[in-house]
């Protein structure tokens, strides 16, 4: 558009002509931080540079809509991913917290050994719970029971809260009320 070579645009960018690639063949997207300053070197809007194709202002509310909803499905699919990562994630935090733990009960060794063989599975468990709770907080959105308001919880709310699985027992913003409350995906 503005016959740019890909290693010039990368230069003005300040990245490498691979990931100007990357994005002409449809491998990936350009980062966030740097998508205004692309828009303003090509001449184009947000817009254009996410349809992948000018938009004139007659079809502008049409695309901007096909936009939105690619985007939420973006987005679904992203958090049904995370939510998967998250039991994964889970899983191998507990295997590293309970296997130093059953080698130090069966293997004969002094009693410092032991403790630190079993000391050294909780910190990677703990960080790896800890990672598993982001996912929880950040991934979809709770449905409180009483007012269907969906939203997403604090870190410390999702900690805190005692659970079944996906199910948390929380406090909604909207309506004040305590309840079970469900993780959804959609916001609709």
């Not at 000391?119 to 991934?139: D, H, M, N």
Request: glycine share 4%.
């Amino acid at each position: 558009m503005q016959n740019l070579t890909q290693a010039q645009l990368a230069e003005k960018l300040n990245i490498t002509d691979r990931a100007v690639s990357k994005w002409e063949t449809g491998k990936s997207m350009p980062d966030s931080s740097i998508m205004l300053e692309l828009c303003e070197i090509l001449k184009i809007s947000v817009n254009d540079l996410l349809c992948g194709e000018v938009i004139t202002v007659d079809n502008y509310n049409k695309e901007s809509e096909k936009i939105m909803l690619e985007m939420i499905k973006q987005k679904q699919l992203s958090d049904k991913r995370l939510l998967a990562m998250e039991w994964v994630i889970g899983a191998l935090s507990l295997i590293v917290l309970f296997v130093p733990i059953i080698v130090a009960a069966y293997l004969t060794m002094e009693e410092w050994q032991r403790f630190v063989l079993m000391f050294s599975g909780f910190i990677p468990a703990i960080v790896g719970f800890a990672f598993t709770l982001k996912i929880e907080q950040v991934a979809g959105y709770y449905e409180c029971k009483h007012c269907s308001h969906k939203y997403v919880p604090t870190y410390k709310a999702v900690n805190l809260a005692p659970h079944m699985c996906r199910t948390r027992y929380m406090r909604c913003p909207n309506c004040g009320k305590k309840s079970w409350q469900k993780k959804v995906l959609k916001k609709d």
